[in-house]
């Protein structure tokens, strides 16, 4: 009888010791790339995967940021034409942001950083330059100059060219994060870097990941978005802006004309699985505007998206339709497809 208790007891305590570790949970926020960062983890090791994720977006910051003088893009942005060698993790992002701006033809073009300097978006010195000026510094900006050789990791740009990876750097911090969080056996997160929302399987429970997606036009949500396993970003024109005689002048720019974009977008959203295309395509899509981004789209197969634009139509990919929850009055509703 003794016995009987004792297994029974043990039994209990096993099964509460190996429930408390599958429901183990930790949540980790920080700052860093200028923006707050939240880490939420499930599973036994999920504090010491939360702080190694956390160690490799700073290691990123560290290595890719256009300010901080020990940054490879500092030190390529400052190479006075000359060849240098980057570490794996900024070689793989700048490559990735350079096939991007092949793709949409320059509409997304990662070289763009003297003109928007110039906007003072960099500073906060916000200023409308002359045309002439413009074109003048977009003669810096062809992303076609850049000279890539893949097997030594090397880059070469002339002299006052500069490379700006703003565009995808928070994406790609997500993917490193994802797989350190993997490789420490995480199979259930949720991490929020700044808005862009990348998680791992689905939630706890089982149940889907659900997704707000920002109103353009007020602080509330416009729609839920379920998910699992996937990377949802979102770029849009409200986050960044100075106004000037009445006009609106955005921080995401038309690649090729060096302008801030004036188009009928208000928020784009992208949702796949990587991170990197994610804020890559957000970014991409936003300065393509409705009618191209359709066509861009449908010439691919790897994301779907969801655009807000300012006469307040929703739009939204047609595999979506069964993820999404409408929770704010739009003017109109079309699905592509
Ligand atoms: P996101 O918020 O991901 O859309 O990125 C916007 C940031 O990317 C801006 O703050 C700029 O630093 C940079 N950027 C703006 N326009 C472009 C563009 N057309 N191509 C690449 N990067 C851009
Ligand atoms: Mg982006």
Redesign the pocket.
Known sequence: MKNGYLFFACFILSTFFLLSCSQKSDLLSFEVMNTFMTIKSYGKNSRKANLLAKEKIMELENLISVTREESDIYRLNHSDGKTVILNEESFYPLSF?LEMAGATEG????L??PV?HEWG?TTGEYKVPEDIRIKDLLSYCDYKKVLLNPKEKSVKIQKDMMI?L???G?GYAGDQAIKILKEKGIKSAILDLGGNVQTIGRKIDGKLWSIGIKNPFDSGISLGLKIEDMAV?T?GGY??YFEENGKRYI?????RKGFPVENNVASVTIVCKSGLLA?SL???I??MGEDEAYNFWKSRSDFEMIIITKDKKLIYTKNLSQNISITASFSAVEVFE
């Open positions: 942001a509409l997304f073009n990662p763009l950083y928007i978006f700006d703003g565009a995808v928070k970003i770029s986050e960044r921080h995401i720019f038309d690649g804020d957000s970014t991409s936003f300065v």
